[in-house]
């Protein structure tokens, strides 16, 4: 197998998943990069997690109220998960359409937010935003249940066009006006919720949508442009059609799959990185129908995916899950799930709780000198545990080419990790550490430990932080 | 005069215990009980993995007086933390009680069997990991026979092994699969006043009956929803007169089947408020109106994750179920009729 091949694989794997282990990337790389691509934008083509072993380990999960349960399973899903790109395109929609616990209290409500992220992720852009238009979670996080057709509330109108659709601007230029926001509001008045149960005696349940006509405004409004008595479903459909929706969701998505862009707040006066890219993917988007599995099939099989390897920083939970992935501890139930879910918290990214609506700013910014030494610790931990199967498959897939130099051993386990890459700055001084103990040799008594410490080195790098 | 017993059974709600707390009054995730003296009765609450504290056996009276509670949780997540202190819990999945009132607990992470005397007193463990004879992996139901000997659902070994009380190992039945006399993953288990013993045979969504010995008997339950299916069956009971209760974990139900494995009713919840909940209420009355102005309130009487079933000599049938933090209590009422022809 040519290690381009497992190289490209990795990175594939990275982005559309959280990583692999080498065994994996070697089974996937056999298979052909096209056919993991199209297994990896079918997920119903793989077994989903068995949800009733879970349950009974896990007692708390056939409840799943409180936020930290939740955390813990979204972690253990993102492990175990044989449809990678099923819980990785959850994690990008969540990123974009922000809800969080510290408003809602009720993580299971936000669950099913993120379960719908699932279901439809991959499919029609519409139907998402369906979807979220008629999420429990997100009416009460953006406060369209208090948005009535005598007094609107703006918020989740507002909200809409600016950080779920179309954005503030494209190209210097404004993507609508204040009064399409009230427009929109206008025509989301009457979808709400129902009435609570309060958490006291037995816990919450969950909240549903319901359409309630007596409070929808039913007089004509101008949305964009056109003229209607419009409901949420048509401004749905008008959002849908507008190339700064097509331009909003390629560049989120090149942003999260392929390359850190500027901030979003930035996007209405600075170009794309890339406009041939977006252009390919707003190309796509409209000759598809809106149809995210569509756009994301052109992008991981173009060159600008494929070129783009390292040109990420990872976020929290792809530097958690991915290590996890690559030493393979929580591959079954075991307490103390919620500590190493709690890591990526530590590490600037709170699941199901983002700081605002805008969701969490991303590529350099998830690194302060705090959140560095969080991520270099926890990797460094795990790669260095050499009680983990992960750890132990590279030490033994060392070992079994014999006797190693320093260099050899270094390059080796970058493979290992997933095809890493070092500044030769970097790569030197790793070589030169490691070659102060002389070589590797399988069956001395430190090998295993030299590994490890090898590994560890590793993932104290700077380069190690990047997808 | 002569006596006529119809095959039927009714099950009329009786009243609602528990609440959701970490602590005191209340259970957490709970997953098992048993009937103590009197009026009392001993409750394993779970906990969430990261509330160890909240991972406890309750002892109440079903007039949901609180007694007390013991045996605290740990966690195994922090380094030098003593996660196997002796009469600690971490993965509790099950209770039983021997002739002299003795408390027996088991521990699917630890694999331990933790023993109490009736007020909480920590008196002894036993339990060896393993898949040999007298090895357990992931104990998940417990019963004492009528010889006080303890009958432990080895689940991650498939199979029921017999101990003495202190754990001497005493036999075995059971393997891997779904023939007759096989299990997948059991759960619980109940012996009925004639010694024979039944299985949640869980993952074969199916009860099996065994005399004694532990030679097989009879089954019942196929996979699905419809009347008399079972969707992973985790707790099993059997009254006086031989019908066995089955809570019906996957589809949120209590099943009830005659004594020869007939399909005779279910129910789908009765739950109403507790004693313990209309003090918490009344101690956030903010939420008494919220009650009254909720939608889907209906929802608070249905099972949720109905995960034990147990049945007492007067005809109490306690449902106790994790997800809601409780225990709904049904009365069967006897179909007895004395007389001829109406």
């Known amino acids: 197998m040519a290690n381009n091949d497992i190289a490209l694989m990795a990175h594939l794997m990275r982005r559309a998943g959280f990583g692999a282990s080498y065994e994996e990337l070697e089974q996937r790389a056999a298979a052909g990069y096209e056919a993991t691509v199209d297994e990896l934008l079918h997920p119903e083509s793989q077994p989903s997690l068995e949800m009733d072993v879970l349950e009974r380990r896990f007692v708390d999960w056939r409840e799943m109220n409180a936020l930290e349960v939740n955390q813990a399973f979204w972690t253990y899903a993102m492990i175990n998960t044989q449809r990678p790109l099923e819980e990785k395109i959850a994690l990008f929609w969540h990123g974009i359409f922000c809800t969080g616990n510290s408003k809602c209290e009720h993580g299971r409500q936000i669950k099913l937010q993120i379960d719908m992220f699932r279901e439809r992720g991959l499919g029609s852009f519409r139907d998402l935003l369906m979807g979220l238009s008629s999420d429990p979670s997100m009416i009460f996080y953006l406060d369209n249940c208090m948005s009535h057709k005598d007094a609107i509330n703006e918020n989740w109108g507002r909200e809409l066009l600016e950080l779920f659709s179309m954005g503030v601007g494209m190209d210097g230029d404004a993507n609508y006006s204040e009064d399409d926001v009230k427009e929109c509001a206008r025509a989301f008045t009457g979808w709400t919720i129902t009435n609570a149960i309060p958490r006291y005696p037995y816990g919450r349940y969950e909240a549903g949508f319901i359409y309630n006509p007596a409070d929808h405004d039913e007089e004509d409004k101008t949305f964009l442009g056109e003229t209607g008595n419009f409901n949420g479903d048509d401004i749905i459909d008008i959002i849908a059609r507008q190339p700064s929706t097509a331009r909003f969701i390629s560049r989120h998505m090149y942003n999260f799959f392929v390359a850190d862009d500027v901030q979003v707040p930035a996007w209405q006066n600075t170009p794309p990185r890339d406009l041939e890219a977006i252009q390919m993917l707003e190309d796509e988007y409209f000759r598809s129908g809106y149809n995210i599995g569509s756009m994301l099939r052109v992008l991981f099989n173009s060159d600008a995916f494929k070129n783009a390897r390292f040109a990420k920083v990872k976020s929290p939970a792809e530097a958690v899950i991915g290590t996890m992935r690559v030493v393979k501890d929580y591959t079954t139930p075991k307490p103390g799930l919620h500590n190493l879910a709690s890591n990526i918290r530590y590490m600037g990214q709170d699941l199901m709780n983002p700081p605002t609506v805008e969701g969490w700013h991303t590529g350099g910014e998830w690194i302060d000198s705090g959140t560095l030494v969080e991520r270099i610790n926890f990797a460094a931990d795990q790669v260095g545990n050499l009680e983990l199967p992960g750890v132990q498959d590279m030490v033994a897939r060392l070992g079994s080419g014999g006797a190693a130099t320093a260099e050899e051993t270094v390059d080796r386990c970058l493979e290992l990790l997933g095809a890493y890459e070092l500044a030769d700055e970097t790569r030197d001084q790793l070589i030169e550490h490691v070659s102060r103990g002389g070589d590797l040799v399988p069956g001395t008594p430190d090998f295993s430990q030299r590994v490890g410490q090898t590994l560890q080195l590793i993932v104290s790098t700077q380069e190690y932080q990047f997808a | 005069m002569t006596t006529t017993r119809f095959a039927g059974i009714t099950l009329q709600p009786s009243h609602t215990i528990g609440r959701a707390e970490f602590s005191g009054p209340g259970f957490r995730n709970p997953v098992a009980m048993v009937r103590g003296e009197e009026d009392t009765m001993y409750v394993v609450s779970r906990s969430y993995d ?251 009487k249905l099972f949720w994750g109905p995960i034990a079933v147990t049945v007492d000599d007067d005809d109490n049938v306690f449902v106790v179920e994790s997800a809601r933090s409780r225990i709904q209590i049904y009365r069967r009422q006897v179909p007895v009729f004395f007389g001829g022809r109406l």
Request: with cysteine; hydrophobic share 30%; glycine share 14%.
């Open chain 2, 50 to 300: 990261y509330r160890p504290d909240g991972k406890r056996i309750t002892i109440c009276t079903l007039d949901e007086d609180y007694i007390g509670e013991f045996a605290r949780g740990v966690t195994t997540a922090g380094e030098g933390d003593p996660s196997d202190a002796d009469g600690s819990l971490i993965w509790p999945t099950a209770i039983a009680l021997d002739s002299e009132g003795n408390v027996y607990v088991a521990d699917e992470w630890l694999n331990r069997i933790s023993v109490y005397s009736g007020d909480g007193a920590y008196l002894s463990k036993w339990g060896t990991p393993g898949s040999g004879d007298g090895e357990i992996s992931s104990p998940s139901g417990l019963a004492i026979d009528q010889d006080d000997h303890l009958l432990l659902v080895d689940c991650d070994n498939h199979r029921i092994q017999k101990f003495t009380r202190d754990g001497q190992y005493i036999s075995q039945f059971g393997s891997k699969g779904d023939g007759d006399g096989q299990f997948n993953m059991p759960w619980g288990i109940t012996i009925d006043r004639s010694g024979d013993i039944y299985i949640a045979d869980w993952r074969n969504d199916r009860i099996q009956k065994f005399d004694r010995n532990g030679n097989f008997l009879m089954k019942f339950g196929t996979s699905g929803s419809a009347d008399g299916q079972l969707d992973r069956p985790t707790g099993v009971a059997v009254d006086r007169d031989g019908n066995i209760y089955v809570t019906d974990w996957g589809n949120d139900r209590l099943q009830v089947f005659s004594a020869d494995g007939e399909y005779l009713t279910q129910t789908t919840g009765d739950g109403s408020l507790s004693k313990w909940g209309k003090e918490k209420l009344d101690a956030n009355s903010e939420m008494w109106q919220e009650r009254d102005i909720a939608q889907g309130l209906e929802r608070e």
